[in-house]
């Protein structure tokens, strides 16, 4: 099993920017993916972001190409998501989930920015 804790979100004013984490504990060596995800109210779940756990190939969505950033400290078995130039739309609970046998997810961490 793998375990997420992601931390970060918050309140932040549109232009702003923040860093959200994801550290994983639990069986990490078998983790070869990591992505984002988030969820707005009255929407579905979206995708955000992915990294690749060995080579670091990272992907985006269109959305946010140019503004977020992801990477992962192996070491750390942690990934971040470096949100900037951030727009009213972006409001969601950011999830961050890896991948192995099985997909897992973290509890999500809620990430508002106001107009």
């Known amino acids: 099993q793998v375990q997420l804790v992601e931390s970060g979100g918050g309140l932040v004013q549109a232009g702003g920017s923040l860093r959200l984490s994801c550290a994983a504990s639990?069986?990490?060596?078998?983790?070869?993916?990591m992505g984002w995800f988030r969820q707005a109210p009255g929407k579905e779940r979206e995708f955000v972001a992915r990294?690749?756990?060995?080579?670091?190939?990272?992907y985006y969505a269109d959305s946010v190409k140019e503004r977020f950033a992801i990477s992962r400290d192996s070491a750390k078995n942690t990934m971040y998501l470096q949100m900037n130039s951030l727009k009213p739309e972006d409001t969601a609970v950011y999830y961050c989930?890896?991948?192995?046998?099985?997909?897992?997810w973290g509890q999500g961490t809620q990430v508002t920015v106001s107009s």
């Open positions: 990294i690749t756990w060995n080579g670091g190939s990272t």
């Open positions: 639990g069986r990490t060596s078998s983790i070869y993916a």
């Open positions: 989930n890896a991948d192995s046998a099985y997909t897992h």
